[in-house]
């Protein structure tokens, strides 16, 4: 499953056996409870999601963006177990 799906909180993981996973012999196994494995693109299962904006909309969708990124926006989403990685190409 997805590491979004896996609850930080492991009182809240009854019945989920939460495994690390090895993609290599040599590689070291990454767990989907740490973040740092997401942010590093170490984990194996996990969806980003990508927002495509176009340019000339930036400016109507830039408060959106601003509230996924910040304040209670950002911690509703990281409250879900997600994690937020933020790319801003322009």
């Known amino acids: 499953m997805g590491a979004g799906y896996i609850s930080k909180n492991a009182s809240q993981n009854?019945?989920?056996k939460v495994l690390k996973i090895k993609v290599s012999s040599n590689s070291a196994a990454v767990s989907p409870l740490d973040p740092s494995s997401i942010k590093n693109r170490?984990?194996?299962?996990?969806?980003?999601?990508?927002?495509?904006i176009s340019l000339k909309?930036?400016?109507?969708?830039k408060p959106f963006?601003?509230?996924e990124t910040k304040g209670s926006g950002r911690s509703i989403i990281e409250n879900s177990g997600s994690i937020l990685l933020t790319n801003y190409a322009i």
Do not use: A, M, R, T
């Not at 170490?42 to 495509?52: A, E, H, I």
């Not at 909309?57 to 969708?61: D, T």
């Open 14 to 16: 009854k019945g989920i």
């Open 42 to 52: 170490n984990y194996f299962f996990q969806w980003p999601l990508y927002q495509f």
């Open 57 to 61: 909309s930036w400016e109507k969708v």
């Open 65 to 67: 963006i601003d509230f």
